[in-house]
């Protein structure tokens, strides 16, 4: 099994601040990365696909990047509606494995 | 527009047999090539990806899940179902439903059901 270990558990950081979270994989998965992001009582919603590739209606703040084992989720500048978990999540032909998320709070 | 919807009891006896089903709206569960998968989250915790079943009815399961979960289509009613049997409280969780899109260099869960809350108790 392929096991993702995702960065911090939990941060907070001011609105306007960077952000990044990273997601490691056991194993290389090449790009076959996603990340999505979750609000409180809701689905999660995919932001990035293909490790770098910004799903259409998405603001351009967020952003993917890496390859083979680590990987990286920046948002460029954090707005008060980005607070949520937010998940990579690594896909084969036998399976998907979530990291095991990222709270991002309003500091 | 293609909408979800899990429906099943939200309270199972412990060592019985868990049972969800998802109905697809918006579009045939047969027409396209897609994955539909379930996917949970315990409260207060991340998210597990159960297994998946393509339109042809060949199935993928995570391993720690494996021995316990069938998920079956039936493509007459456009819905798809989970059975997870021996639950135990540590299968209490919110459970998703899922459309899974994918090509030969991406693979998504682009629409999700609003999840359904099923709590293992006595």
């Given at each position: 099994d392929i096991q993702m270990t995702q960065s911090p558990s939990s941060l907070s950081a001011s609105v306007g601040d960077r952000v990044t979270i990273t997601c490691q994989a056991s194993?290389?998965?090449?790009?076959y990365l996603n990340w999505y992001q979750q609000k409180p009582g809701k689905a999660p919603k995919l932001l990035?696909?293909?490790?770098?590739n910004l799903e259409t209606g998405v603001p351009s703040r967020f952003s993917g990047s890496g390859s083979g084992t680590d990987f990286t989720f920046t948002i460029s500048s954090l707005q008060p509606e980005d607070i949520a978990t937010y998940y990579c999540q690594q896909y084969d032909n036998l399976g998907l494995t979530f990291g095991g998320g990222t709270k991002v709070e309003i500091k | 527009q293609v909408q979800l919807q899990e429906s099943g009891p939200g309270l199972v006896k412990p060592s019985q047999t868990l049972s969800l089903t998802c109905t697809v709206s918006g579009g045939s569960i047969s027409s396209g090539s897609y994955y539909w998968s379930w996917i949970r989250q315990p409260a207060g915790k991340g998210l597990e990806w159960i297994g998946r079943i393509y339109t042809s009815g060949s199935t993928n399961y995570n391993p720690s899940l494996k021995s316990r979960v069938t998920i079956s289509v039936d493509t007459s009613k456009n819905q798809f179902s989970l059975k997870l049997s021996s639950?135990?409280?540590?299968?209490t969780a919110v459970y998703y439903c899922a459309r899974d899109n994918y090509s030969s260099s991406w693979y998504v869960h682009d629409y999700w059901g609003q999840g359904t809350l099923v709590t293992v108790s006595s």
């Open positions: 194993q290389d998965i090449s790009n990035i696909y293909d490790a770098s | 639950v135990t409280a540590a299968d």
